[in-house]
C-alpha cells in the first residue's frame, strides 16, 4: 500500500495528512519543528471562519472554498458558531456601509442590538452581523488534528524530510520557495492579550482604512489581537506603529482594554501567491499545496480536500494550477 | 509638452501601488490603465519587502517612491535616501505629514526637506497644500515638479478647493503639477485635467474599489478626456441662453 509522506506540519500539513486518513490512506510526516508549535505561522492565527467577512477584500474562491471549512472543523475541534461583528467608529461609517455592499450573509444591526450581542460594545451605533460565522482557537486545532492522527497510526518525523521521498506532499509554506519561486512572505503581527474587564464572546473586526483589525476571544478573559499585513519578509519583530494600532484598535472597543495584559507577542509571514489564492502544483512528482495567505484555517479544508482529490484520485480541483503541472 | 525632471510620461496617470486585494490585481490594475508612473512606499516595508517591491519593479513602469508615513524631515530624508538604493532613481515622491487626522502636509518641514534632499541630487515631487507661496518656496528650493492635494488623502472627496487649484495653474504656467490625493471619483480626474494639470496622482479610488482593475481603466478613460478637452480650449460658461439656431423671426423681448 502506497505511504503518502506529508512534509510540514502546520495548518496545511496536519489538514492534508488529516484528508489523506480519513479517505483510508496510510500517511507520515515529517516536520524538524516537532508537533504544533510556535515555529509555525499557523500558531500565530486568528481561527475566524469568516468567508463572508473575507470576500470583502478577496476574491470568489475565498467565499466559495471557505463556507465548508466551518463544518470540517466541527468534526475535529471545538468550534464556537456564534457569528462576527463588523463595527466601526462614526467617522468610519462610510466604510461599514462599503464592506456591506462588498459582500452579504450578514445583517444590519443598530445600538440596542450590539448591546444584546455584546453588552460590552454598547458604545457603538451600527454594525454588521454575519451570523453564520464561527471561530475556533487555532492552537488547540492543530493540537487536536496531530493527536487525531497520532491516534490513526500516523508517523511524526522530527526531521527534515529525506531528498527523494516518493508520494511526496509538501505543505512547507514559505520554505518551499526554494520550489514555488512566485511565493512570497506577508508579514503579520498580533498580540494575546488577557483582560478580565471586558467580556466578548465572539470574533469583533474594527474597520479601519488601511487594516482589518480584530479581535478573537479565546476563553477566560484572553483574547488575541491582530493581525497586520505589511508587504515586507522581515519576520523579526513588531514594530511600534504596529503595536499602537492593535491595541489602540482594543481600546476604541472599549476602553478597559487599556489594562490589559499583554501576554504574547507573535510575528510571521504569511506565504502567499500573487493572487492571494492558496494553489497546487505538482513538479517533479511532488505534490505543493501552499499559499493559504491569511486563510489558513479557512482554505485548508478546501486545499486538503483538493490534495486528496488530485493524489488518490487523480481529480483536479480548480485549485491545481494547469499550467505548471 | 511638460516634462517631469526630463521625462515624458506617456499616459498622465500615476498610481499608487497600496491597499490592493492581491499584488494580480494591482498588476491588472496597471495594465488595462497603462499609468505610467508607479508610486510605493518604503517606511513601513524597511527592511524585507523584496519580493514586493521586484513585483513593481516588473511592472515595467516608472517608480516613483515615496517617504509616505514621516513626520519630519530626518524622518524623510532618511527614506529618501534608502529609495534611491532601492529603486535606483534619483525621483522621490516627498510627503511630510503634519496633522494625524487629515494627512495634511507640514509644509514648513517639506520646504526644509525639499531643499535639502535637491541638493543632494534628488527630482523632487513634493506633497503640498495649494497655496501659492508655498509652491513659490518648494520652487525655490529646487523642486522642479509641484504636487498640490485634491482633498485629504484616501478621503475621495476630489476638488475640495477648485478656486485655489486654479489659481495655481496660472501662477505657474510652466511647472509641471500633479494632483496628488483626495480624487474618488473619474469625474475628479477629468476636473483636475481639465483645469490643465499635467498628471492626476491616486491609490485608495482604485485599490479599494470594488473592481480596483475597471476602475483603473475608468480613471485612466476620464483622464484622457479631461486633458484632450483642455487642450480642446473649451467654452466659457454663461449666465444666459447662447442660441445655436439663428433668432431673426422670433419676437425681441425687451
Redesign the interface.
Known amino acids: 500500500m502506497t505511504v503518502w509522506s506529508v512534509i510540514g506540519a502546520g495548518v496545511a500539513g496536519l489538514a492534508v495528512a488529516t484528508e489523506l486518513v480519513a479517505r483510508g490512506a496510510r500517511v507520515q510526516v515529517f516536520d524538524p519543528g516537532g508537533p504544533p508549535g510556535p515555529h509555525g505561522c499557523s500558531w500565530w492565527a486568528g481561527g475566524m471562519l469568516a468567508p463572508w467577512c473575507e470576500y470583502e ?3 470568489e474562491p475565498v467565499l466559495s472554498l471557505g463556507q465548508d471549512a466551518i463544518d470540517w472543523w466541527a468534526e475535529r475541534t471545538e468550534i464556537h458558531r456564534r457569528g462576527t461583528l463588523v463595527l466601526a467608529n462614526s467617522r468610519d461609517l462610510p466604510d461599514l456601509r ?1 464592506f456591506g ?2 459582500t452579504e450573509g450578514f445583517s444590519d444591526i443598530q445600538q440596542g442590538e450590539i448591546h444584546d450581542l455584546e453588552p460590552d460594545l454598547s458604545a457603538f451605533r451600527s454594525g454588521l452581523f454575519f451570523t453564520a460565522e464561527a471561530h475556533l482557537d487555532p492552537r488547540r486545532a492543530l493540537q487536536d488534528l496531530y493527536r487525531h492522527l497520532q491516534a490513526k497510526g500516523v508517523t511524526f518525523h522530527r526531521k527534515l524530510a529525506p531528498a527523494r521521498l516518493d508520494n511526496a506532499i509538501d505543505c512547507r509554506g514559505l520554505h518551499a520557495r526554494d520550489v514555488l519561486h512566485d511565493l ?2 506577508v ?1 503579520g503581527e498580533m498580540l494575546v492579550i488577557r483582560c478580565k474587564d471586558v467580556t466578548l464572546t465572539r470574533p469583533v473586526r474594527l474597520l479601519h ?2 487594516m482589518p483589525l480584530y479581535i478573537v476571544p479565546r476563553g477566560d478573559g484572553v483574547y488575541m489581537l491582530g493581525a497586520t499585513m ?6 523579526n519583530r513588531i ?1 511600534a ?1 504596529s503595536m499602537l494600532e492593535l491595541l489602540s484598535a482594543a481600546y476604541a472597543l472599549n476602553p478597559a482594554f487599556g489594562e490589559a495584559e499583554v501576554l504574547e507577542i507573535g510575528v510571521d509571514l504569511r506565504p ?1 501567491f ?4 492558496p494553489r497546487i502544483r505538482q513538479l517533479g512528482g511532488t505534490i505543493y499545496a501552499n499559499g493559504l495567505y491569511r486563510h489558513g484555517y479557512l482554505l485548508a479544508p478546501a486545499l486538503a480536500r483538493s490534495v486528496a482529490d488530485l493524489a488518490l484520485e487523480n481529480k483536479r480541483s480548480e485549485l491545481v494550477d494547469e499550467d505548471r503541472s | 509638452m511638460k516634462t517631469f525632471y526630463g521625462t515624458a510620461l506617456s499616459n498622465p496617470l500615476m498610481l499608487g501601488t497600496a491597499q490592493y486585494p492581491s499584488p494580480a490585481i494591482l498588476e491588472r490594475a496597471f495594465r488595462e490603465s497603462g499609468a505610467a508612473v508607479a508610486t510605493v512606499s518604503l517606511r513601513r516595508e524597511a527592511g524585507g519587502g523584496q519580493t514586493f517591491w521586484q513585483m513593481i519593479r516588473d511592472l515595467g513602469v516608472r517608480i516613483l517612491p515615496n517617504t509616505a508615513g514621516c513626520h519630519n524631515v530626518k524622518e524623510a530624508v532618511t527614506t529618501a535616501h534608502m529609495a534611491r538604493e532601492v529603486f535606483d532613481t534619483p525621483w522621490i515622491k516627498l510627503e511630510l505629514i503634519g496633522h494625524t487626522d487629515s494627512l495634511q502636509p507640514d509644509v514648513f518641514q517639506l520646504v526644509e526637506a525639499a531643499r535639502i534632499l535637491s541638493e543632494d541630487g534628488f527630482q523632487v515631487f513634493p506633497y503640498t497644500t495649494d497655496d501659492l507661496i508655498v509652491g513659490e518656496r518648494l520652487l525655490a528650493a529646487g523642486c522642479k515638479v509641484l504636487m498640490p492635494w485634491g482633498a485629504p488623502i484616501g478621503s475621495g472627496r476630489g476638488l475640495n478647493n477648485a478656486y485655489a487649484l486654479r489659481a495655481m495653474r496660472a501662477e505657474f504656467p510652466d511647472v509641471p503639477l500633479v494632483i496628488d490625493a483626495g480624487i474618488g471619483l473619474p469625474s475628479h480626474a477629468a476636473h483636475a485635467m481639465e483645469l490643465g494639470y499635467d498628471a492626476v496622482l491616486l491609490n485608495t479610488a482604485v485599490a479599494r474599489a470594488g473592481d480596483p482593475v475597471q476602475m483603473a481603466r475608468a480613471m485612466a478613460l476620464a483622464i484622457e478626456a479631461g486633458q484632450l478637452a483642455y487642450q480642446a480650449d473649451p467654452i466659457e460658461a454663461r449666465d444666459m441662453a447662447e442660441p445655436s439656431t439663428p433668432v431673426i423671426g422670433k419676437a425681441f423681448l425687451s
Open positions: 477584500n478577496a476574491e462599503r455592499r462588498r512570497r512572505g508579514k482604512p488601511r505589511i508587504e515586507t519578509e522581515d519576520s514594530t506603529r502567499a500573487p493572487d492571494n489564492l
